[in-house]
């Protein structure tokens, strides 16, 4: 099983849709929890960090299951400039902080 | 300059190169990283430095040398590379200890090995 696990896509979606992404981590000790989003021949960027409590930012809103070790990321009102492959990553702590990286899911927004 | 570095941006070298990644980072912070990202996989966590020690070495074939002088800057020595280590090489920089605590990526090394 992989150590983190989401749909690769791509999400092809038309502007203004709400498109939701879903990742599975298999390491019950990890302890924080993050989006990156990587647009094409760029570097990771964080999007956002994911709280137990759930977050929101703006159109984004990120949610944990600690329960069933399975994190999602839902985009409101899509923008053609959301287009890009978002990464979900799990990070298990320890004086390494060590992230472990999904394959990312590949999101295009269509006009 | 700002944020990470990287250089060079791109890169080719025959198997029997000698050559080295550079990474600088201007952020203040004390663990740095390698990563490499092939197509069609994950980022790949190769080394991590905190406090310019290394702590992390994930099976990395030793025709990978990293150095970390200070907590600045980090290298990345290659020579005798395969072509399946073509791949884009990302350096990254976070501050120890701080599970929250960003991790922030250079614009990468292209590499591609004849």
């Known amino acids: 099983r992989k150590e983190v696990e989401q749909d690769p896509g791509p999400f092809n979606v038309p502007e203004g849709a709400t498109v939701a992404f879903n990742c599975t981590y298999s390491n019950s000790a990890s302890q924080s929890f993050f989006w990156y989003r990587q647009d094409c021949r760029k570097e990771p960027k964080l999007l956002m960090s994911v709280y137990s409590s759930g977050n929101e930012d703006g159109r984004f809103t990120a949610q944990l299951n600690r329960a069933s070790q399975y994190i999602s990321l839902l985009i409101r009102d899509s923008k053609l400039s959301d287009s890009a492959t978002y990464l979900c990553?799990?990070?298990?702590?320890?004086?390494?902080?060590?992230?472990?990286f999904g394959t990312g899911t590949l999101l295009a927004v269509q006009p | 300059e700002t944020g990470v570095t990287q250089t060079p941006r791109h890169l080719v070298m025959g198997m029997t190169n000698k050559k080295s990644l550079k990474c600088e980072q201007h952020?203040?912070?004390?663990?740095m990283y390698w990563y490499k990202q092939s197509a069609k996989k994950p980022l790949e966590l190769m080394f991590v430095?905190?406090?310019?020690?290394?702590?992390e070495n994930n099976s990395v074939p030793s025709r990978f040398s990293p150095e970390c002088p200070n907590s600045s800057h980090l290298f990345l020595h290659l020579h005798t590379l395969q072509p399946e280590d073509s791949a884009l090489y990302l350096c990254a920089s976070s501050h120890r200890d701080r599970d929250f605590d960003e991790q922030f990526f250079g614009p990468g090394t292209r590499l591609t090995v004849l």
């Open positions: 952020l203040g912070h004390n663990a």
């Open positions: 430095y905190s406090l310019e020690e290394r702590v």
């Open positions: 990553v799990v990070n298990y702590g320890g004086a390494t902080n060590k992230l472990i």
